[in-house]
């Protein structure tokens, strides 16, 4: 078990399978800043990388375990959404519904984006969710306008001082409350 000290496990979440999808690429992105950080350990977890079946079954699949088993191994999440019809893509809330206990007493921090919007109805809709699932997202978020000029034609954000300060806010909250949460679950069960 990870003493107080040692690194966050975070999750960077990739929320679109779309084939062409630029999540891919803005998730990279998101996780390579993530990285430079000495106090965190980043993990990617690209949902188009599992074979989930189309139907939820009465018992879980190995693809099904193996994201869990992710989740339950992290110490915090970030997810990197779209905005798909003033929400987040299902397959983004197929994964999540996998897990539950997994989810509990944890922070995740949101990346999102939109093409004319931010993705600020997908951030909303995510609130909601994880709050269902006893997990806590963080107060600001990173948003990006695809048709803006803070992206590039191939979906790669330009690291403006405004965006960075927007992806250290959100890491600075998600590292307090991760660490925080951590000591917590370790003192004593969460009371779900
Ligand atoms: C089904 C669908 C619905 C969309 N709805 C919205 C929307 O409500 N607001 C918005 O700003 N962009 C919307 N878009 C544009 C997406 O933000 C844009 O296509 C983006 O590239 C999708 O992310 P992805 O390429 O990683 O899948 C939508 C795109 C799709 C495919």
Redesign the pocket.
């Known amino acids: 078990m990870p003493g107080d000290d040692d690194p966050l496990h975070v999750a960077v979440i990739i929320g679109?399978t779309?084939v062409?999808?630029?999540?891919?690429t803005?998730g990279g992105w998101f996780a390579a800043r993530a990285r430079r950080r000495e106090d965190l350990s980043v993990e990617v977890l690209d949902l188009a990388g599992y074979t989930f079946p189309a139907c939820y079954p009465d018992e879980s699949t190995p693809s099904m375990r193996h994201f869990t088993a992710a989740v339950g191994g992290s110490d915090a999440f970030v997810v990197v959404t779209?905005?798909?019809?003033?929400s987040f893509?299902a397959p983004l809330k197929q994964a999540i519904d996998f897990a539950y206990d997994e989810w509990q007493a944890k922070p995740v921090g949101i990346v999102a984006?939109?093409?004319?919007?931010c993705?600020h109805?997908a951030v909303e809709q995510l609130r909601t969710v994880f709050s269902a699932l006893h997990a806590v997202t963080m107060r600001d978020w990173v948003g990006l306008?695809?048709l803006g000029a803070g992206v590039d034609e191939c979906?790669r954000p330009r690291d403006t001082d405004d965006l960075l300060r927007a992806v250290a806010a959100l890491l600075d909250q998600l590292t307090w409350w991760g660490r925080t949460l951590r000591e917590g679950r370790r003192r004593q069960p969460y009371a779900s």
């Open positions: 679109s779309r062409g999808r630029v999540c891919d803005l779209p905005e798909y019809n003033r893509p984006y939109g093409s004319g919007s993705g109805y306008d695809l979906g």
